[in-house]
């Protein structure tokens, strides 16, 4: 049993395809300082990665079968690229159990579900060379307004503009902390998170509307008010390049707080 044969029994394919694209992107990035070990590289991939999906397996409007499926596609991932942890190894195994219990997917998954299982609980091979990714890619638009979620809490951030040709997006968070997703109303006339752009971020990665770890979710298109705030002095940085694990970290900087 191969990954990629796991993967298309899952009748996901865009789900597994955002899924195996930012996985690449991430474990190339911590792959990339030279002389790391593979351990290193491990516990800088995983807590990222779990922190973010774990959005949509708490979310409330997804369903018990989408995310069976996505347990069984994030730990096939994981395996893939060389890592395994053990929740997720765990969640998996239960998700394809339920899979067949409830006749989500094919007859041939659930002939070849002791394959599947074997495979995730096997050791995974690591990697002797980065993963190739595509170019980058984002649907966003300049003036378009999102919701981010982090570990229970809410943010939101207004599209400045776009790097390159539909690259990336760079995103200027507002003021604020929400237990749910903001509206608009809860944004009009508020202030930038910090002024002179330290709240401002070029997100390679942030590509997809509706996003399918439910992490980021649309609150306003192309709307032409952004938050006020003071702008960078000449010889300062615009904004910072991140991506969309990394942007994990910068929010809990900016906005203080922890992931547990």
Known sequence: ?????ILDK????????????????????RMSPPGRTHTEVEQDVIPPVLLRWRCLFDAEDVGPAAKDIARVALATLLHKYGFQDPGTTAGAL????????????SDSFERRSPEIKKLLESPPVPLTRRPRTSRALTFLRTGDVISF???????????????GTNEFPVIEFYAGTFTRP????????????????????????LSHLPDPAHQVRAVE???PHPPHGEDPRPGEGLWRLSDLMSLQEDVLRLFGGRTH
Do not use: C
């Not at 239960?94 to 997917?105: C, E, Q, T, W």
């Not at 608009?184 to 401002?200: E, I, V």
């Open 1 to 5: 049993m191969k990954h990629q044969q």
């Open 10 to 29: 899952l009748a996901a394919r865009g789900l597994v395809r955002a899924m195996d694209e930012e996985l690449a992107r991430w474990v190339k990035h």
């Open 94 to 105: 239960r998700a394809v159990d339920g899979l067949n219990g409830h006749v989500v997917l």
């Open 149 to 163: 979620q982090l570990a229970g809490r809410f943010h939101a951030a207004f599209v400045r503009e776009m790097s």
């Open 182 to 205: 903001p509206t608009w109303a809860d944004l009009s006339g508020r202030p930038a998170a910090a002024d002179r752009g330290r709240s401002r971020f070029g997100v390679v990665g």
């Open 221 to 223: 298109a192309q709307d």
